[in-house]
């Protein structure tokens, strides 16, 4: 806590130092992608100049921090979910803070042993943490977002997990954001939470700051999926014609309480029912980044980043011991409950040093970037097991029957270097050209510090040149047509190298054993499509795409909370999207639609004892063309604002979701292993009071709509909800659901003494 209040001190005196006099910013087209714009996306890992919309060969999508704020999101994932094509999120950690992210059927998500497909960026840091390539969602402050950049398919400038896109977030500055606000806004579930923003600047130096504190005891029973969040994220920059450099703060300190899923039994009599708990996580982050860039001509560019990310996370799980015998007396030896507690500590840092020529290539226009990236981390994953009783409504933290002791100390240090290319070329004003390319070096190297399991130390090294090349075609400005072929590369986590061997599962977050190592996955993604402006307020794009996976790595459950990493051979992950927007007078509307079939394409044998069609082994045969589950085929979503005067807006959104199979049913043959589609609506308005001052409110869940948003076999040792009893604890197996939030509503209010927004923002 020293150190965060140090940090925080250090840019109140320096933006305050930058603040006296508001000059007009210089002129440099590095910060383009600082500034509040959709038409210019950053293709590259650190943000340089960017590229025109029309030169990007896919269905990239753009998001500004001013819509954001307008619709008044919780956070960024929830505005993902709402507004971007394709996007659909879940609840499998019962957090809104901690939920999966689904991009075309590829995941980021903060729960180790969920296979991740999707790489996110901050500022050109890859944020994946080292250890899983997790994405922990709490630690991106929605009020630092300037821009977001979802680019599709397996983009190899990106680097490593780039499977099926990469998420681009840009944070504010002082010469695009000056100005101070304060909001804060409340309502059901006890939320409150205060954002606080100020930006500003000199002739040459400026500064942005926000904090945010947000606090809920959520909706389930026994305040299971409460959450305190506390970030904080500075900016104190110096720019010129010529040269730009930011330094860079993001900190938090968060405490989420997860809700498990529950059985459909529970479901189906309260969904805001708990399985057992308490289930918390802890995450401290310190995170530090120095960027910059200048021109060294007209022509010639340099862009440069280092960076230190240091992470803290404390999780204390409760889970149902399968091995109990409820024949036998409860006592050390016999416990239906167990605790286990993780401690992981990561420290990571790298950096990343940028070239682009601007000049003309053969007379035409062309752009060539290369550059080359060093991301180290080291892990360290203490865990503790302690035996305990469970009361009737599942609280495993009354009924302590041992003390902690030690079952795993693991020590995982990453080693992972890239070289990359990207040359944009116009042959024509109509035809343009990209190609690029990168080389990735990846070293995973595994060690057991508890001297028990010496066989756990590994070292596993995974190398691989990936291609990308695509086409523009521009026949007037108002129509884009485009194809595009790319390839990406995931290499295996600790987490999955640790955790491969069907004969001995894991639990999770993970105990380790010695396993045999794992083959890389490698992705190919074709995509084909075209989009276009109808007059100047009417926009549509349509695309088709195709990913294929090959030795694909799936978390092979053994129970609800056990399992193992398996190479499963070949995946493919294809669809089509669709998009419309316009705007008349006071009334703007968007709709986006997705097609997403993913398949598995290897037959392969997998423990799923919880799945009623399996065999004596408890294991069930996955054919080619079976589902892959928590994908929903048809993902539609509609939005409208009417502004009823210049100062009063209302909007309204609904998601739209198909059925999906549940986790354990890979063989799309259990009768319990699917969860049904859903559609929610949501309202918001804002009201201006005064020119400063401005009022708003949000209605989540409008109809208050019942639904589970994933679903996963498991085996349920209740006989009904607030009712274990350890007579009938042999379990029995059951369809476990995440729940989604009932029916919200929220009320804010907004100060500010001049627009944090960029007046050019507003669009």
């Known amino acids: 806590m020293q150190t965060n209040q140090l940090v925080r001190k250090a840019f109140v005196i320096a933006g305050f130092l930058a603040a006296p006099a508001l000059a007009e910013q210089p002129e440099n087209p590095a910060t383009e992608l600082e500034a509040p714009s959709v038409e210019v996306i950053g293709t590259t890992p650190l943000p340089s100049i960017g590229t025109p919309i029309s030169q990007v060969p896919s269905n990239v999508q753009a998001a500004t921090g001013a819509q954001m704020q307008q619709q008044h999101t919780q956070d960024m994932t929830q505005f993902l979910e709402q507004n971007l094509t394709s996007v659909n999120i879940n609840a499998s950690q019962g957090n809104p803070f901690q939920p999966d992210v689904d991009f075309r059927g590829f995941t980021a998500s903060p729960l180790l042993g969920t296979p991740q497909g999707l790489s996110v960026f901050q500022d050109g840091v890859r944020v994946n943490e080292s250890f899983g390539d997790t994405v922990n969602w709490d630690l991106i402050p929605q009020s630092a977002i300037s821009s977001i950049n979802l680019l599709p398919g397996s983009n190899p400038l990106f680097g490593l997990n780039t499977l099926g896109g990469a998420l681009a977030i840009q944070t504010k500055s002082g010469f695009e954001y000056p100005g101070y606000s304060i909001e804060s806004y409340g309502g059901s579930f006890g939320t409150n939470t205060v954002n606080v923003q100020a930006g500003g600047h000199g002739e040459r130096m400026d500064y942005f700051l926000t904090g945010n504190y947000f606090s809920s005891d959520g909706f389930h029973d026994h305040d299971a999926s409460s959450s305190t969040v506390q970030q904080w994220f500075g900016k104190v920059g110096y720019q010129d014609s010529t040269t730009d450099i930011d330094l860079i703060y993001t900190g938090a300190s968060n405490n989420l309480q997860g809700a498990q899923t529950i059985p459909t039994s529970f479901y189906n009599v309260n969904s805001d029912s708990v399985y057992t708990f308490p289930d918390i996580t802890k995450n401290k982050l310190n995170f530090f980044n120095l960027k910059a860039s200048h021109f060294f001509t007209d022509n010639n560019l340099v862009t440069a980043n280092a960076y230190y990310r240091q992470l803290d996370q404390n999780n204390f799980e409760s889970n149902t011991n399968d091995d109990f015998d409820p024949t036998l007396p409860v006592a050390p030896g016999n416990a239906p409950g167990l605790n286990e507690q993780t401690s992981i500590d990561t420290n990571s840092y790298g950096g990343t040093l940028q070239y682009s020529y601007l000049g003309n290539l053969f007379n035409h226009n062309n752009q060539f970037t290369a550059g080359g990236s060093m991301d180290l981390g080291s892990t360290t994953l203490t865990q503790s097991e302690q035996e305990a009783g469970i009361t009737p409504d599942g609280n495993t933290n009354a009924i302590l029957l041992t003390p902690f002791s030690l079952i795993n100390n693991v020590q995982g240090n990453n080693y992972y270097y890239g070289a990359y290319f990207n ?48 086409v523009n075609y521009n026949p007037n400005k108002a129509l884009t047509a485009y194809a595009s072929y790319s390839e990406g590369m995931r290499a295996p986590t600790p987490v999955e190298l640790t955790c491969s061997n069907p004969s001995a599962p894991c639990s999770l977050p993970n105990a380790f054993i010695s396993d045999p190592p794992l083959k890389a996955v490698v992705s190919r993604t074709w995509e084909v499509g075209a989009r276009g402006q109808i007059g100047g307020d009417t926009a549509w794009r349509m695309g088709l795409f195709s990913t294929k996976l090959s030795n694909d790595i799936e978390f092979i459950s053994s129970t609800i909370s056990t399992g193992f990493f398996q190479n499963v051979g070949d995946t493919l992950r294809q669809g089509l999207e669709m998009g419309f927007s316009t705007k008349r007078g006071r009334l703007s509307f968007a709709a986006n639609y997705s097609y997403i079939n993913a398949t598995f394409q290897t037959p392969f044998l997998e423990s799923s004892p919880n799945n009623t069609t399996a065999d004596a082994n408890g294991q069930i045969l996955v054919t080619s063309g079976n589902r892959i589950p928590g994908i929903p085929r048809h993902n539609f979503k509609a939005r409208v604002d009417y502004s009823f005067t210049d100062k009063f807006v209302v909007g309204a959104s609904m998601q739209a979701y198909s059925s999906q199979i549940a986790r354990g049913d890979e063989n799309n043959l259990d009768p319990q292993g699917t969860v049904g589609g859903y559609a929610v609506v949501n309202l918001n308005a804002t009201y201006e009071i005064l020119p400063r001052l401005q009022f708003f409110a949000n209605v989540n869940n409008l109809f208050d709509k019942k639904y589970a948003n994933m679903g996963i076999l498991g085996s349920n040792f209740f006989t009904g909800p607030n009712n274990f009893d350890p007579n009938n604890a042999f379990g029995r197996p059951e369809l476990f659901v995440g729940s989604g939030a009932p029916i919200a509503g929220f009320v804010g209010i907004r100060y500010s003494l001049e627009s944090i927004k960029k007046k050019n923002d507003l669009d």
Do not use: H
């Open 423 to 470: 040359n944009n070329f116009s042959m024509t004003n109509q035809i343009n050209f990209t190609a690029s390319g990168r080389y990735n070096y990846a070293k995973v190297k595994l060690g057991d510090l508890t001297g028990l399991n010496p066989s756990l130390a590994g070292d596993n090294t995974y190398t691989r040149f990936n291609p990308a090349a695509g």
